[in-house]
């Protein structure tokens, strides 16, 4: 198995290889583990596959969790991986550290994770372990060094700054008619980002923010 035959049994699924690392002891898990790929949202693709999933439709409680459940774990027992994801805990899987990890994601100035691909806008559906060592590719760039930081200053409220995140304040502004923006179109400090921003269709942030604020 390659790290490339992995994308590409991802990529029907609307899912992308987002960095992959090479364990070390401090990253034991259970089972022998040579190779740890880290798998989300591959642009808009992912947001229409979704959407034409049962999961998304059946009315049931966390639909995007149960679907990433699905469709990874079963791409983990068809290529003989073990799959691991950021939620279901505890105890909690350390995706962040993880996602540092594999040179492709890093601390932001907010403190949001950012990814040289993604941006801001960064997240992971799950990691797949596997035994084998596989070749990786060079490490990206981290993108935050040579820019002009507008994430700082994006939030309307300042919830979510250099100096931390405010939760009850950010929660308090998109329950307001002016924080529509923000629910309907995402996170505004994550749109400020000149990284990834254009890959993530509009509702796809609609229901992310529902799920914030606990409607979805």
Same mark, same amino acid.
């Given at each position: 198995?390659?790290?490339?035959?992995?994308?590409?049994?991802?990529?029907?699924?609307?899912?992308?290889?987002?960095?992959?690392?090479?364990?070390?002891?401090?990253?034991?898990?259970?089972?022998?583990?040579?190779?740890?790929?880290?798998?989300?949202?591959?642009?808009?693709?992912?947001?229409?596959?979704?959407?034409?999933?049962?999961?998304?439709?059946?009315?049931?409680?966390?639909?995007?969790?149960?679907w %990433?459940? !699905?469709?990874?774990?079963?791409? $983990? /027992?068809? #290529?003989?991986?073990?799959?691991?994801?950021?939620?279901g805990? =505890?105890?909690?899987?350390?995706?962040?550290?993880?996602?540092?990890?594999?040179?492709?994601?890093?601390?932001?100035?907010?403190?949001?994770?950012v990814?040289?691909?993604?941006g801001?806008?960064? %997240?992971y !559906?799950?990691?797949?372990?596997? $035994? /084998?060592? #596989?070749?990786?590719?060079?490490?990206?760039?981290?993108p935050? =060094?040579?820019?002009?930081?507008?994430?700082?200053?994006?939030?309307?409220?300042?919830?979510l700054?250099?100096?931390?995140?405010?939760?009850?304040?950010?929660?308090?502004?998109?329950?307001?008619?002016?924080?529509?923006?923000?629910?309907?179109?995402?996170?505004?400090?994550?749109?400020?980002?000149?990284?990834?921003?254009?890959?993530?269709p509009?509702?796809?942030?609609?229901f992310?923010?529902?799920?914030?604020?606990?409607?979805?």
């Open positions: 198995m390659t790290l490339g035959e992995v994308g590409a049994a991802l990529r029907p699924h609307g899912l992308a290889v987002l960095g992959a690392f090479h364990p070390e002891e401090a990253y034991a898990l259970p089972g022998a583990c040579g190779t740890m790929v880290m798998a989300g949202p591959d642009g808009a693709t992912f947001w229409r596959v979704f959407q034409d999933s049962a999961e998304f439709s059946d009315g049931a409680a966390d639909p995007l969790n149960r %990433s459940v !699905r469709v990874l774990g079963g791409l $983990a /027992e068809e #290529m003989g991986a073990e799959a691991h994801f950021p939620f805990g =505890p105890p909690w899987q350390p995706f962040m550290a993880w996602a540092e990890r594999t040179g492709h994601a890093w601390n932001s100035p907010v403190g949001l994770l990814h040289d691909v993604a801001l806008f960064v %997240s !559906r799950g990691a797949l372990a596997f $035994a /084998e060592r #596989m070749d990786l590719p060079e490490v990206g760039e981290a935050c =060094p040579s820019c002009a930081k507008p994430c700082l200053s994006a939030c309307p409220v300042g919830a700054t250099g100096e931390g995140y405010d939760v009850p304040a950010c929660k308090a502004w998109i329950a307001t008619e002016a924080g529509l923006d923000c629910v309907e179109r995402g996170c505004a400090v994550r749109r400020a980002c000149p990284v990834g921003g254009d890959l993530r509009e509702a796809q942030s609609a992310h923010m529902a799920a914030f604020r606990g409607t979805v």
